[in-house]
C-alpha cells in the first residue's frame, strides 16, 4: 500500500486520518439522477455532487445547485455520450472533433482519446465550467465522466487542459495520485505519477485515491443476478479497506424508475441500489464503526486558494 500524500495533514485531520468523499456523480443526467441527488444532499448522505452540464436535465440541477450555496456541488466534465436512447451533445456545437456521425459526443472513451483535439477540448470544458457559473454556482471541484480525459486506452489524454482550467479558476480535480485498491498496473501508476506531478506544478489539489465498485450489476438479466444484499455487502467491504490518506468513493444514485430505464441501457437497477446504500443503517454503521472521517471538496477548494495567496 502506498503512503499517502500529506493532503490529509494540510486539511488539519488527525494523524492516521482515513477521510472519505462520498460523491455522486451524474448529477443533471435525468429528473431520476436529480431527485436522488437532491434528496441525499440535503440529508447528508452524500458529501458532493457534479453536474453533467450538457444533459437535458441540468438546467433542474443547476437552478437547485444556485440556490444552495452551502452545499459541495462540482462540475462533471463530458466529453462521451453512452447511452443509446438517450444522448447529448457539445455546448461549443456540432462542428467540432468531439461528435460522432450523429453530432452527440461519442459512445466510448478510445474515440475521445482518437479523433479529439486538445483546443476543442479545452474550448469545450471551459464552456461547461462557464455554464455552471453563469448560473450561479459556488462550484467546488471539477471531475471527469467516464474518464475520457485521463487517456486510459490509447493514452492520448487531456489533462493539460483540465488542469490549466482548475488552476485558472481555483478548483481542486478528481484525480487519484495512486492505484492502491483498484489493481496493480506499473504503466498506469507511472502516468499517474506523471500527472500528480504536473497538478503539484499547477497548484491543482488532487486527492491520494479514487475508488468506486463495479458499474454494472453483476450477471445483469442472468437467474443469479447480483442482489441489493450482495451489492452493500461488497460496499461494506471496500468502506472496511480505506487506508489513512483521502480518498473519494464516487457512486451513481438514481431513482429506479421508467424515466431511467427509457434512458439508459443497462443498470437502472444498480442505480437504485446505490440511492439505497446511502440510506441504508449497515452502510451507515460501517463508516461510524471504521472511524471514517467524512469531508467535503469545499475543503480542498479552501485550501487551494489558500496557497495560491
Known sequence: MTAPSDLADRLGLAP????????????????????????????GRIDSTTVMVPCSWSPEALTFAASR???DIGVHLVLTSEWSRYRWRPLTGTGTSLVDADG?????????????????????????????????VDVTHLDNHMGSVYGL??????????FELAARNGFPFRLPRTMDGVGEDAALQAK???????????????????WSHPFELLREGEP??????????GFITLLRA????????????????????????????????ELRLLSDPAVLQAIEDEALV???WRDLRDLQRAGAR
Open 16 to 43: 492516521g486520518a482515513r477521510a472519505i468523499i462520498l460523491n455522486a456523480d451524474d448529477f443533471g443526467m435525468c429528473h431520476a439522477a436529480n431527485t436522488a441527488i437532491v434528496d441525499l444532499l440535503t440529508t
Open 294 to 296: 467524512r469531508i467535503g
Open 104 to 136: 452527440f459526443f461519442p459512445v466510448d472513451v478510445a474515440s475521445v482519446e482518437r479523433f479529439a483535439t486538445d483546443d476543442d477540448v479545452a474550448a469545450e470544458l471551459a464552456a461547461q465550467l462557464q455554464a455552471a457559473l453563469d448560473a450561479g
Open 69 to 71: 450555496t452551502d452545499l
Open 242 to 273: 480505506v487506508p489513512a490518506g483521502v480518498t473519494e468513493i464516487y457512486l451513481h444514485p438514481m431513482i429506479d424508475d421508467d424515466e431511467l430505464r427509457a434512458a439508459v441501457d443497462f443498470s437502472a437497477a444498480k442505480r437504485g441500489y
Open 153 to 162: 486506452v490509447t493514452g492520448h489524454d487531456f489533462l493539460r487542459p483540465v
Open 224 to 233: 443469479d443476478e447480483e442482489t441489493y444484499e450482495q451489492v452493500r455487502d
Open 192 to 210: 499517474l505519477d506523471d500527472a500528480a506531478s504536473a497538478a503539484d506544478a499547477m497548484g491543482v489539489v488532487i486527492i491520494d485515491r479514487l
